[in-house]
Every structure is written in C-alpha cells, then in structure tokens.
C-alpha cells in the first residue's frame, strides 16, 4: 500500500508515520514539501507520486491563534482539505483518512458522541468542522472511503529543538518556574480529555486498516478530569508551585465518549494522564539550557 501522509513532520504527524511504517510504502509531505492551499501543486504531487489513500495530519490550531487570524485558519485547514479531495479524486485516490478535533463539538457537560450537535465555538473548531462536511462530500459524490478522527486536546513531549505550542501541560510547568503557580479560569472543575500523540498514532494505524465503505467518524477519548486536578498532578510532579482560580473568568467542559473507537476499530489508549506529565516534565528539564525553550 501507498500511503501519503501531510503533516509528516509535525508534532502528532511523526508518530503516524512511524505507526504506519509497516504498512507499505510511506511518503511524508511538510508544509516546506507542498503547499496544500495550492491546488496545482497538491494535484502534481499526487500524480507525481501516486497513492492508495491519504492521511491528512496538516493543517493550523489552536484556539486562539484562530482567532486572531480567522481567514489564514480557513485558507489552510479547510481550503487546504478541497484541494487535497480534488486531487484524490483526480488522480484516483479512493480512501483518506482525516484528523479532525473534538473541538467541532464546542463546549458540552455531557459526553458528546459522533452523533452529537456540530458548534465550534472557534474559528479552528469551524475549519474542522467544514473539513469534514468536504470530507461526507467527497464521499457520497465520488465513491471515496474515509474515516474522520476526532481527538481532544493531543498533548505529549516535543524533542528538541521544536518549541512547544498549544500544549496545556508545558504551558503549567512554564507558569510554575515563572510565576510559581498556574492561573485557571473560574474553579477550575470545568473537564477537558487529553490524549498522547501515539495513542492517536494508533487509532489512525486502525483507521488505514478499516475499510468504512463510505465515510466514518471516530471520537477518541481518553483521560477526563477538571482543570484544577490535571493543575494539581502538574505541582505534585515538579515539586513546587500552587494553583489559584479567577472567578471572573468563565471556564466550560468538553467531555466525549469512544465507545464507537474501542468496539469498531478496537482503540485501546495506553498513556495515561500522569505517564503523559511525566514524559513532558522529563523532557522539559532536559532542555532548559535550550535556545528554543521558552523560560
């Protein structure tokens, strides 16, 4: 099997690669190897090297950083999606296989499943959202199987010498040695799920293997706890450090169930939250004399 996985190099990217690396051949593209908002160039691309079925890892996120720059967000993550869809359905692609985000749900107390209400509460949220409605699309019109995963919050250890972003944990052990506690919004007991990059690396190893015979969606949930707890494991494991709450700034949940995961594609997670803590906070002292990290 030929596989194509964008986002190769990224932060969740090297680890579905090196999942798949049983699988067949493997051919990596960076946003330094292909331009996915350039149409052309994805379409040249996939006929210069053709494959049986496309990961789609590359995209921008981030709560945030969407927010302050919306139409970048939707020229990369969902343009970029169309462009990669033409192109398979062009050059006869016929099975693709897309990470998504839990956060096209938006907000929930309750465990939301893949067949619960689609409301981001963000622009990234939104792109994802639109990159799956293409992805159903793509499906019913042209024949092509896929499966859409939906992880929370994937966080885990970045190697040197790639800086860390958008990732909770660091940003707590950052707070602790600058500050010497970490701030939360309201009480801190709003809940949030986290997920190790392998662990997704698995569920996408499964996906490849899966035959949907149309479009499928996959949630992959895993490590639910408050703010405040997931806070608290941070200060024990360092040591040091304390957390307050700001009740002036509102704090929600977004909780998810994958059940569908574990009884048909067999997911079975095996990073907990404090081995994923541990990972981070043993990197992290690692490389504190490190020009790229952020002190």
Known sequence: MNIHVTGARGFT???????????GRIEGSDVDTLDITDAGAVTTTLKARPADMLVHLAALKGNKPSRDNPLEFYRVNTTGTLNLLEACRVTGVKR????????????????VNETSSIRPQHPYGATKAASEALIHAYAESYGIEAVILRPNFIVGPIPAPHPYADNIIYDFITA???KGFIGLAGDGSYQREWVHPEDVAAAVKLA??????????FILAVNRMSMRELAQ????????????????????SLVSSSTKAAQVLGWKPRHDVQDIIRQIWYEYSGRKDHPHHRN
């Open 13 to 23: 990217g090297m680890y579905v690669v090196s999942a798949l690396a049983g699988l």
């Open 96 to 111: 693709v296989v897309f990470v998504s985000s839990l956060t096209v749900h938006g907000k929930s107390e309750h465990p």
């Open 176 to 178: 602790i040695d600058t």
């Open 233 to 252: 494991r941070v200060v024990e494991t360092m040591g040091r450090g304390e957390v307050k709450t700001n009740p002036a700034i509102p704090g929600f």
């Open 208 to 217: 490849v293997e899966f035959r949907s015979g149309g479009c499928e969606t």
